[in-house]
């Protein structure tokens, strides 16, 4: 049997034409149960692709994932400001506005829908000396845990919630109580 590269060129194309026109998209990694449909569609400047994931939770709700502005007070100050973006992969990372960069502005959690529209963060934070971050260790002061327990609006335009904060000694992990704070976190999402 003889088989010519014409056919089989032609064959090739045919097999990617179709693959091309598959009527729907998937993005993400993972297992069946991490991916999220999507949707393309040309860009509104220049014909550039979008590509749109829808913005559900596992359960069919409203999502926390997307970038948030967040603001934590307690007894009516203003403990931090920032933004944080919460990940569909259950991570978090934070830029906090209330810490100068040299002192650790950037934090990371990990969060999980609890039920419906509520959601847990265990999220950890270092904490730096600016005046001695030139010596040996890098002058970290502490570990930092903030946990929060909050709830989206059924927009999933806005969460409230409270926020537990502990400092930990790097070196023996006594608590250091100039660190501590309790009290509520309000998210405001922001849109593209």
Request: aromatic share 8%.
């Given at each position: 049997m003889r088989i010519s590269l014409k056919s089989t060129a032609l064959g090739l194309a045919a097999f990617s034409a179709?693959?091309?026109a598959a009527p729907s998209a998937w993005a993400g990694c993972g297992t069946e149960f991490s991916k999220t449909p999507a949707m393309f569609e040309t860009g509104k400047k220049d014909g550039a692709l979008l590509i749109r994931v829808a913005n559900q939770n596992s359960q069919g709700g409203p999502s926390i994932v997307g970038l948030w502005a967040v603001t934590?007070?307690?007894?009516g100050a203003t403990v931090d400001t920032g933004y944080s973006e919460w990940h569909g992969d259950g991570t978090e990372?934070?830029?906090?506005?209330?810490?100068a960069a040299a002192t650790g502005n950037f934090c990371l959690g990990v969060w999980a829908q609890v039920s419906g529209n509520a959601y847990h963060l265990n999220h950890f934070?270092?904490?730096?000396n600016p005046n001695n971050w030139q010596s040996p260790g890098g002058g970290l002061m502490a570990?930092?845990?903030?946990?929060?327990?909050?709830v989206l609006d059924p927009k999933s335009n806005r969460f409230t919630g409270s926020f537990h904060q502990e400092g930990y000694d790097p070196n023996t992990g006594a608590v250091?109580?100039?660190?501590?704070a309790v009290g509520n976190i309000v998210g405001q999402r922001i849109n593209p």
């Amino acid at each position: 049997m003889r088989i010519s590269l014409k056919s089989t060129a032609l064959g090739l194309a045919a097999f990617s034409a179709l693959a091309i026109a598959a009527p729907s998209a998937w993005a993400g990694c993972g297992t069946e149960f991490s991916k999220t449909p999507a949707m393309f569609e040309t860009g509104k400047k220049d014909g550039a692709l979008l590509i749109r994931v829808a913005n559900q939770n596992s359960q069919g709700g409203p999502s926390i994932v997307g970038l948030w502005a967040v603001t934590l007070t307690s007894n009516g100050a203003t403990v931090d400001t920032g933004y944080s973006e919460w990940h569909g992969d259950g991570t978090e990372i934070m830029n906090s506005g209330g810490h100068a960069a040299a002192t650790g502005n950037f934090c990371l959690g990990v969060w999980a829908q609890v039920s419906g529209n509520a959601y847990h963060l265990n999220h950890f934070a270092l904490a730096y000396n600016p005046n001695n971050w030139q010596s040996p260790g890098g002058g970290l002061m502490a570990k930092i845990n903030l946990t929060e327990d909050v709830v989206l609006d059924p927009k999933s335009n806005r969460f409230t919630g409270s926020f537990h904060q502990e400092g930990y000694d790097p070196n023996t992990g006594a608590v250091i109580p100039m660190f501590h704070a309790v009290g509520n976190i309000v998210g405001q999402r922001i849109n593209p």
